[in-house]
């Protein structure tokens, strides 16, 4: 970027000066270039979700799973959604690429019940400008209603900054999008910044604690307390925890002694292409 571009014109010379300049024009074709690509990505179907599970501690059952975008990108390969969701939210292609991942794991959630499977509930990622679209539960109810799914199988997750920067607008629109019977949940919890107060009015369900809070447990006891008190604080607003992140053994025994209701991560899976969700409900073993 300019800035780069400008250190190294001071601190590196000529030549350091024409790198960045070259780098940087370079960056702004390339951005433009996937910019192309993704607003064509949706027709050719180039999208598609991962599912993470979610593991139960007590029951140590699967209680449900995260839709994860993928964009299958006709050169590059399966690219993680770190690399185009801020592109999608820039131009506002997240609107319809953030209906079609809901009309997705409808369908999919649809189509493991015709296999006749115990499913279970299914939690989409909503972005900043979804939350601010008007009508989004009004969308939501369409999209919904079109795959004949029961909305309890669905879930959405939102993060702290989403939530606070407009909280009673926030309040609103979940209080309706919970009036259709999904789920709620707040996720990397801990990160932003949430008014304890709006919290108690915000109609949720689950806290996910985020795994920068999970990466150093059991050894570091800043992170320890910091989980240990967001579970207290969660489970005094009758909320269940969901520890993001987890890797280790260590970190699930420490978990369990604060009484930590679900685990994420990749000691539990990785998230998983539709077909190996289907063996994890079918009985296989969780933990390979
Ligand atoms: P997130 O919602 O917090 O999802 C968790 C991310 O952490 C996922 O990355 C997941 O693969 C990764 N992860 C899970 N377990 C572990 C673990 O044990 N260790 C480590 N190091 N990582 C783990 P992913 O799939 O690359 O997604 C990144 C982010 O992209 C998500 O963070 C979410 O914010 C966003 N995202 C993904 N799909 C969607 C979507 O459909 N819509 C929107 N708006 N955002 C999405
Ligand atoms: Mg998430
Ligand atoms: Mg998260
Ligand atoms: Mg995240």
């Not at 990466?215 to 993001?244: C, F, N, Q």
Request: some cysteine; proline content about 5%.
């Amino acid at each position: 970027n300019a800035d780069t571009a400008m250190y190294g014109a001071k601190n590196g010379g000529r030549n350091n000066y024409q790198f960045f300049v070259a780098a940087m024009h370079e960056n702004a074709a390339q951005r433009l270039q996937t910019e192309v690509q993704l607003r064509q990505a949706l027709e050719r179907g180039e999208f598609l979700l991962h599912y993470q599970p979610k593991l139960n501690l007590a029951a140590g059952t699967i209680s449900g799973f995260e839709a994860l975008l993928r964009w299958n990108h006709p050169q590059r390969g399966l690219v993680p959604p770190l690399e185009f969701i801020g592109i999608l939210e820039d131009t506002g292609l997240i609107l319809p690429v953030g209906e079609w991942v809901i009309g997705e794991v409808c369908r999919q959630l649809a189509a493991w019940q015709a296999q006749g499977m115990t499913v279970r509930p299914v939690a989409i990622n909503l972005s900043a400008r979804q939350l601010q679209q008007a009508d989004l539960d009004g969308a939501v109810e369409r999209i919904v209603g079109r795959a004949g799914v029961d909305p309890a199988l669905l879930e959405f997750e939102l993060t702290e900054s989403m939530l606070m920067a407009n909280p009673e607008a926030a309040v609103e629109i979940l209080t309706r999008i919970k009036a259709l019977g999904i789920r709620l949940s707040v996720d990397d919890f801990g990160t932003g910044y949430s008014s304890l107060a709006y919290l108690k009015r915000f109609p949720l369900d689950a806290l996910k604690i985020d795994r920068t809070f999970v990466r150093d447990l059991p050894d570091d006891p800043d992170d320890a307390a910091i989980t240990k008190a967001v579970i207290r604080l969660a489970h005094s607003l009758s909320l269940k925890v969901v520890a993001e992140g987890v890797e280790n053994v260590e970190q699930i025994r420490e978990l369990e002694q604060y009484a930590c209701d679900e685990i994420q991560g990749y000691y539990v899976s990785r998230p998983l292409p539709a077909h190996g969700c289907a063996a994890l409900l079918a009985g296989a073993p969780a933990m390979a």
